[in-house]
């Protein structure tokens, strides 16, 4: 996360997550979701697919 995202107290991000810019997480955002919004919402869950093109994107 950034300084532009907002964690709310008692907000749990699973591991693996991707959040997104300006989200305000006020809930619970389970493993391996995307999400973003105000509030933050889980949008869907990151395939292995989308991990090999980060990775690509990346390396």
């Known amino acids: 996360m950034t300084e532009k995202e907002k964690m709310l107290a008692g907000a749990k991000i699973g591991s693996g997550c991707v959040i997104g810019a300006g989200s305000v997480v006020a809930g619970e955002i389970p493993d391996g979701f995307l ?11 990151i395939t292995e697919a989308d991990a090999i093109a980060l990775k690509k994107e990346l390396f």
């Open 35 to 45: 999400a973003y919004g105000n509030p933050c919402k889980p949008v869907r869950k």
